[in-house]
Structure formats: C-alpha cells, structure tokens
C-alpha cells in the first residue's frame, strides 16, 4: 500500500477483494467521502460493504488497496485511534453489565482512569440505556447490544465513525434516536460511514451515499445529483389529458382512470409548469394536485441492481467468476 495525502476523510483507490482465490467480493472500488459528511453505502446483501468496512479497519487484508483514511495511507495504525468502529454481528462480553462493558472499551481506548466511569455514564445516556447500565448484557435485547455498541464506537471521541449496519435489530424509536445521535455527531463535525439496509433511513441522514453492486460501486453522490435526471412536477386534472399535451416537449400524459389524468413536466426547473397551469385554467380544468417528484432512493437502488437488458435483480453475494458490466446509473 503506498504513501499518499488527500483531503478527503476517506479517499480509496483500486480496493481490491478476492477471497480464498475465487470470491471476488471488492472490484477496484473508488470512493470519496467528504469530512464532516454522513455517508451512506447500500447494496444488497453480499454486496461487499463489511468486507470494504473490514478493509478500512484492517480487519481483512486487501488484495489491493490504495488510498487514505483521515489523510493517512490505509493501514496505518495510529490513525485508527481517531477512528469509532461499530462491527456487523458484534459480541459483548455477557457477563458484564453495560456500563462495565463500557469502561473495559474505555481502557482500550486509553481513556484515563479518572474519566472512565463519568465518560461511560454519559454514553450510556446518550444511547438511552442509562436505566440499564447496572444489568448484566446477557438480558439485553438484540437492539439494546446495538445501542452499547454505537457506545462504545464513541468512545475515543473519534473524528471518523464507521458503523455496520448500525440499526441492526433497532425498533423504530431506537433508530430516530440513533438518527439524532449521528446528526448530532455531524453537527460536531465528525465524518461518518454507514452501511444499511434500511433506505429510507439513509434518506433521512445522509448527504451522499454510494451503491455497491457485487464488489463495484454501481453509483455514488449526493441523493439531489443522482435524482436530478428524474425530477419532474406532475399534476393530476379532472378528465381527459389535453391533446395539446403530447405535442409539447417535456410534457407528457397519463390517464389514471375514467375520472382524471397526470400531466407530467420533466425537470426541476418550476417555471414551465406556470404555462402549463395557466393554460389549463383557461381551459376551465380541474386542477387536484401539483407535486414537485424525483426518485426515491429505493428507486435508485432498484435500477441499480436491475440488470437494464434483462429486468433481473442482481442475486444475494458476489459471483466467483462472473464479470459484472455496469448497470448504467454511475454518477
Ligand atoms: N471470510 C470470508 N470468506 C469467504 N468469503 C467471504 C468472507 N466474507 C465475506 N465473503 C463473501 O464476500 C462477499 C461480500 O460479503 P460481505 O459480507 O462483504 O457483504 P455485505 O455487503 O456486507 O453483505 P450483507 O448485507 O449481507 O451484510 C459475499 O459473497 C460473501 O459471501
Ligand atoms: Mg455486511
């Protein structure tokens, strides 16, 4: 792995994964994350996201892997300690109480002695578990493990903050409070990766994300940058569509039954639906809704694992030997 510098928190080049010979799980990803971003990476499951993770964290050694992470060659040990990492599957130790668990994490982390105990009281507060500090983890429930680990990812203040599947096993009040937790930790300035599943949460907190799509990264950007070709208003009238519709580009027609039909105008840009508006006033339509629509990131994630030629969805884990071509949708 060689030297470099970049300005990026993280900036990888050419990583490269190939397991026991014949799994190619990583194909020379590239991927630039912005420090003080939230960054989201998605892809279905055997994608290679935790194996990328692994890399980053030197759990796993690359084939090939160029880059940095916070400014430092991959790899490099003592950049790790400004790094939280939450592991997919992790395990605490059961025998311990949270706030034990904590402290133990604390040590590793070269926390002094002294703060130790204050610094993991108010993580535990933080993860909303602080009524639960004094119980043993084997009582802990699956997202309760999840919040303990986000803690403990914490814990050395880091300015990097990678977390697998960090809502894992999380129920609904859990992960808006994980999703304030890790706005909170932007607004302090902190980088961090992410890795879900679950879409319309990465929606919610990340301002760019990347689709990996057996070991390559199908797309990466901001959501705006990735939807902007489908960003359209449409507006839903009484009746037929006009004939004047269709003969008008960028305008087209859809009925939605007997009763009413979508006009839809292509672009972000509001000032032709005003025309179209005013011309359908004066035609005495009944106009029931205008709505600004671009592509979700659930869409974006379905036409990147759709194969265009063939409508297939790309299957769980990454062919020995297939040599996936690109789906088309690369930022
Ligand atoms: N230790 C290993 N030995 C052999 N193959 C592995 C190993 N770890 C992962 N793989 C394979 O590498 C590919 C990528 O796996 P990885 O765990 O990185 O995917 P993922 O995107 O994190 O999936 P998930 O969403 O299910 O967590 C898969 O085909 C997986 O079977
Ligand atoms: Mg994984």
């Not at 989201?40 to 090939?64: D, E, F, H, Q, Y």
């Not at 429930?141 to 999380?170: C, F, H, W, Y």
Request: glycine share 8%; proline share 5%; net charge positive.
């Amino acid at each position: 792995m060689k030297s470099q510098s970049s300005d990026y928190a993280i900036d990888l080049h050419d990583v490269r994964k190939i397991y026991r010979g014949k799994i190619h799980a990583l194909r020379d990803i590239q991927m630039q994350v912005h420090p003080g971003e939230i960054f989201g990476l998605l892809g279905p499951n055997g994608a290679g996201k935790s194996t990328l993770v692994k890399i980053m964290m030197t759990v796993v050694r690359p084939n090939r892997a160029h880059g940095t992470i916070l400014g430092k060659s991959i790899g490099h040990k003592r950049t790790l300690a400004r790094v939280g990492y939450l592991p997919e599957h992790h395990r605490l130790p059961s025998y311990l109480t949270g706030q034990q668990v904590l402290e133990f994490y604390a040590a590793l982390a070269h926390v002094p002695g002294g703060v130790r105990k204050k610094r993991s009281r108010e993580l535990l507060k933080t993860m909303g578990m602080d009524d639960w500090g004094n119980k043993k983890v084997s009582s802990y429930s699956k997202g309760m493990m999840q919040r303990i680990g986000l803690a403990q990812a914490l814990m050395n203040d880091p300015d990097l903050i990678v977390l697998d599947e960090p809502t894992d096993g999380v129920d609904p009040v859990g992960r808006r409070d994980i999703r304030d937790v890790l706005l909170e930790l932007r607004e302090m300035g902190k980088t961090i990766f992410l890795n879900s599943h679950l879409l319309s949460e990465l929606e919610m907190v990340c301002d760019r994300v990347a689709i990996l799509v057996q070991g390559e990264v199908a797309t990466q950007g901001t959501l705006d940058d990735l939807t902007r070709e489908s960003q359209r208003y449409e507006i839903i009238i009484a009746g037929t569509a006009p004939s004047w519709i269709e003969t008008k580009s960028g305008l087209r027609a859809e009925t939605l039954d007997d009763d009413r039909c979508k006009v839809i105008i292509m672009g972000a840009d509001p000032q032709p639906i005003q025309t179209v508006l005013d011309q359908l006033r004066q035609e005495n339509r009944i106009i029931l809704s205008v709505q600004p629509v671009r592509e979700t990131l659930e869409d974006l994630f379905m036409r990147a694992i759709t194969d265009p030629a063939t409508g297939e969805i790309s299957s769980p884990g990454a062919s020995p030997n297939s040599n996936r071509k690109s789906k088309g949708v690369r930022a």
